[in-house]
């Protein structure tokens, strides 16, 4: 009976020393951040800033040599820099912990086709891989799950809860479905040709998709003598009230997927990937569609794609007048989204100005996902979720957060990886 005691005291103390760290309480006392340059995530940058907030929202944003009262505890932030909370938009976090453990993945459903289920009711607030996320500045999330043609839907959250109920900010905002390819190759592997070619599939399976929403704009205007959950799913995409986000690359496709989708009513529209959206870039600002770019660091998909494709998309949807944020899908993709603003970091190496850079991770992403009215640039009534940071929050170098607040609850920057690499530091120091 001791060695049971024991062995659960043991399990109890193991646990609690790896838990995630707490989340902050409210915000009791107003914070004024004064002398930092601040950088407020619609393309504007004012030097030497005074930024106050309390009980959660931001009350002032200007110069610090504005003649205003500065307002309870007052930080000295000069040669330092102040951003909004990055927004990691089309994010797996919190859905699954250990890829090789299957009673943590929780990201897929069986079938093709669920736009009712909720991502967000699997979403883990005690994730240690969401934990690491703050320490760089990516401070909320969309949600999102994957498989099949309609994976589900997305929540937002904020990084620093107890619980999904604690975290949301944004319940519900789309459904993301993924659209066909119109090519297809052999299994090289099984000695099949490699090669791309057409694939006689393809409207077969647009008109799988065509009729799965008609179907489901028939029934939401009928009787509804019987209740169907999928159906009654997609209602906020006829009326207006949700965005579909459409999973799709390569022109026709994209093509394909507004017209579509726009025959059928639907009116709020996002692209994610788009590969080649910048060959119908006058297709999406005709009809006001954003595009949610990859992660730059990759090989470019097609073999007739420039070398540096994937580094300057970016930038060439933004001239053409794309609204382009960034997005997370892919290898190590819950892993990687703590590298967020060095991607972001990336595409401003290859020409895209630094502060529209910065964008793609706090303004435009805030639009596409329907939340700038409370985050995602530095405006007095908006949620005090931004960050202090050493130097530029672009750069790995630069970006060393010193605080950062989540609806002006200082939280912890302390991870189970900050703990390691202090462990391990001090095994070093001389005597």
């Not at 959660?56 to 200007?62: D, H, M, P």
């Not at 009230?241 to 529209?269: C, M, P, W, Y």
């Not at 672009?394 to 607040?405: I, Y």
Request: charge should be neutral.
């Amino acid at each position: 009976m001791k060695k049971i005691i024991y062995s659960l005291l043991f399990f109890f103390i193991v646990g609690n020393i790896n838990a995630q760290q707490t989340p902050a309480n409210k915000q009791s006392t107003a914070i004024s951040i004064e002398g930092a340059t601040a950088h407020l995530g619609n393309g504007k940058v004012i030097e030497n800033s005074l930024i106050m907030f309390n009980e959660g929202k931001l009350t002032f944003v200007g110069s610090a040599m504005a003649k205003i009262a500065r307002q309870g505890t007052i930080i000295d932030a000069k040669e330092h820099h102040v951003y909004p909370g990055f927004i990691a938009a089309n994010a797996t976090l919190g859905l699954v912990e250990i890829d090789a453990v299957k009673a943590s993945d929780d990201e897929d459903e069986i079938g093709p086709n669920n736009p009712h289920i909720r991502s967000l009711i699997a979403y883990n607030a005690e994730s240690k891989v969401v934990e690491s996320m703050r320490p760089n500045g990516v401070l909320m999330a969309q949600i999102t799950p994957r498989g099949g043609t309609f994976s589900g839907t997305s929540s937002i959250v904020q990084l620093d809860a107890w619980n999904w109920e604690d975290a949301a900010i944004k319940v519900d905002d789309a459904i993301h479905m993924n659209w066909p390819g119109s090519f297809t190759s052999g299994r090289w592997w099984l000695g099949e040709d490699p090669a791309l070619k057409a694939d006689p599939k393809y409207p077969a399976n647009i008109g799988n998709i065509k009729t799965y929403l008609t179907n489901a704009k028939n029934y939401l205007s009928g009787t509804k003598t019987k209740t169907h959950l999928p159906y009654e799913a997609t209602k906020g995409l006829f009326d207006g009230t949700q965005r579909l986000f459409i999973h799709v690359s390569g022109e026709r496709e994209i093509t394909d997927a507004i017209t579509i989708s726009k025959d059928l009513g639907i009116k709020n529209i996002v692209i994610v990937h788009g590969e080649g959206a910048e060959s119908v870039a006058d297709l999406l600002v005709k009809n006001n569609i954003p595009v949610v770019l990859d992660r730059p660091h990759r090989n470019p998909n097609s073999e007739d794609d420039a070398y540096d494709y994937t580094y300057t998309i970016a930038k060439v949807l933004t001239d053409k007048g794309v609204v382009v944020s960034l997005g997370m899908e892919g290898q190590m993709e819950r892993m990687n989204t703590r590298n967020l603003p060095f991607y972001a970091g990336t595409f401003a190496a290859h020409g895209l100005d630094k502060e529209v850079a910065l964008q793609l991770l706090t303004g435009n992403t805030a639009k596409i996902l329907g939340i700038d009215n409370m985050v995602g640039t530095l405006e007095v009534g908006k949620d005090a979720t931004l960050f202090i940071s050493k130097g530029d929050a672009l750069d790995m170098r630069g970006n060393q957060l010193t605080k950062a607040f989540i609806q002006g609850r200082d939280i912890s920057l302390e991870t189970h990886q900050t703990k390691l690499w202090k462990r391990y530091s001090n095994k070093y120091k001389t005597k």
